[in-house]
């Protein structure tokens, strides 16, 4: 193991993981992760980014083996295409282009537009608007573009998700701030002029240079990829054990369960079923803190 730590930290040091922000810009809070000052610069102790590293990829590894999804925020020039990459590699999602205020606090009209996205991009597949005239099948098709560019990362998440990943938490601070009002896990690559008390889980990393972000998103993917390979292997596993007796009450309980949630779905609609949990969230305090804030932002 020590052996291993000490390839890491060298990999890390050769990516300048150490390098931090000027000492003016610094946040004090970060004061038990810096190593020492250079030059005016904070250097950031690579021992302590081991450790914070490896207790992530540990929690990470554990959450994608629970079958929940991690969202991998990175909306930064140098994190963009590396984040992107990374999330598809294991088929987690990914904000790369904008963060919308409200993407997870307003979860239930962000995933409507995700729809009509999806239902624009089925429509224009199966030809459904053949009729309509170029001018305006041209204007979908942009309509389209706009929200893949922005939603296209998140198209596939069916709920809330159960974490975090952020890249320079200060960039992504409203991101951050509605994952702490919904009691989401944080995990962030936290640099010298951050504060690291404001994520669950912080990595002290150098957050601007491409190849740092890149050796430390690469390293939790892989941990994520093994969280998601025993969740498999387990899967499987049980498979083999199960009798065919037991498949056959298996499948039969998931089909009864289907129809079940078939039939609760139409009533529960009629009964206005997300508008039902509209009318709930206005009654909580913070839906109106959300409307006070209107105001304020303008």
Known sequence: MENNNTSLQQQLLDAGV?????????????????????????????????????????????????????????????????????????????????WLGGMLTNFNTVRKSVKKMQSIEKMLGDGSFDS?????????????EKMEKVLGGISQLGRVPAALFIVDIGHEHIALAEAKRLGITTFGVVDTNCDPNKV???????????KSIAIISNYLTAAIAEGLAERQAAKEEEAEEMTDDEKERKAARLEAEAQAEGGRGGRTRGAGGPGGGG??????????????GGPGRR
């Open 132 to 144: 309509i005239t170029k001018k305006e099948r041209l204007t979908l098709s942009r309509d389209k």
């Open 200 to 210: 669950d889980f912080a990595i002290p990393a150098n957050d601007d240079a491409t």
């Open 279 to 292: 009318g709930q969230r206005r009654r909580t305090p913070t839906g109106g803190g959300q409307r006070g």
């Open 18 to 98: 150490h390098f931090g922000h000027l000492r003016k810009k610094w946040n004090p809070k970060m004061l038990p992760y810096i190593f020492a000052e250079k030059k005016g610069i904070h250097i950031i102790d690579l021992n302590k980014t081991v450790e914070c590293l490896q207790e992530t990829a540990a929690a990470m590894k554990q959450i994608a083996r629970s079958g929940k999804k991690i969202l991998f925020v990175g909306t930064k020039k140098q994190a963009k295409d590396i984040v992107n990459e990374c999330a598809r590699r294991i088929n987690m999602p990914f904000v790369t282009e904008r």
